[in-house]
């Protein structure tokens, strides 16, 4: 299953409302995970099930979609979330990642 | 504390093997099927092969079918990856990492990776 994210980069401020979409090449149902990655450090577990929120994750971040089109949302961002994101969707192994969207100041 | 530890990076010749390493601690090791993912240098992240909890399925991606090995030794707590006929573009960062509980192939827990430099 290929999987394609968009944009991929994306320059944002603090406070602003920015998406970012994942599509992937066949129905995945809502098997679809999202990730943030900071440089020098492993990826971190955002969203899971395309909308649940891991325990931990702050409550601006939401997720939405199923089937081949989903969406990361993040309602205002704040400095510590310009970093680069990850989707992969779990329906069929391989588990495929997107190419991942770099959030720049 | 719940972790994953990956050892066994190096720098090696093309078309040499290498064995990772990756140790979990913190939790119940036996329970979980376990992933290895790939980044290379300053690229996105790369799903290389999963292993289920009794080694009953074995998946690996295209990338690097019949070179690759997972396996993994529940009474060690460790997961292992034999890499074969290593190719540059394996160059990479091996991250090992387990999925949350109850949901497959979501990816909660990650190690801090381990470097395999390809090259002559």
């Known amino acids: 299953i290929e999987v394609t994210q968009s944009p991929s980069s994306l320059a944002a401020s603090v406070g602003d409302r920015v998406t970012i979409t994942c599509r992937t090449s066949q129905n995945i149902k809502s098997y679809l995970n999202w990730y943030q990655q900071k440089p020098g450090t492993a990826p971190k577990f955002l969203i899971y099930g395309a909308s649940s929120l891991q325990n931990g994750v702050p409550s601006r971040f939401s997720g939405s979609g199923s089937g081949t089109d989903f969406t990361l949302t993040i309602s205002s961002l704040q400095p510590e979330d310009f970093a680069t994101y990850y989707c992969?969707?779990?329906?069929?192994?391989?588990?495929?990642f997107g190419q991942g969207t770099k959030l720049n100041i | 504390e719940v972790q994953l530890v990956e050892s066994g990076g190096a720098l090696v010749r093309p078309g040499r093997s290498l064995r990772l390493s990756c140790a979990g601690s913190g939790f119940t090791f036996e329970n979980y099927a376990m992933h290895w993912v790939r980044q290379a240098p300053g690229k996105g992240l790369e799903w290389v092969s999963g292993i289920s909890w009794n080694n009953g399925r074995i998946v690996y991606a295209d990338s690097v079918k019949g070179r690759f090995t997972i396996s993994r030794d529940n009474a060690k707590n460790t997961l292992y990856l034999q890499m074969d006929s290593l190719r540059p573009g394996d160059t990479a960062l091996y991250y090992c990492?387990?999925?949350?509980?109850?949901?497959?192939?979501?990816?909660?827990?990650w190690g801090q990776g381990t470097l395999v430099t390809v090259s002559s």
């Open positions: 992969q969707q779990s329906h069929v192994a391989p588990y495929t």
């Open positions: 990492a387990k999925p949350k509980t109850l949901v497959p192939g979501s990816l909660d827990l």
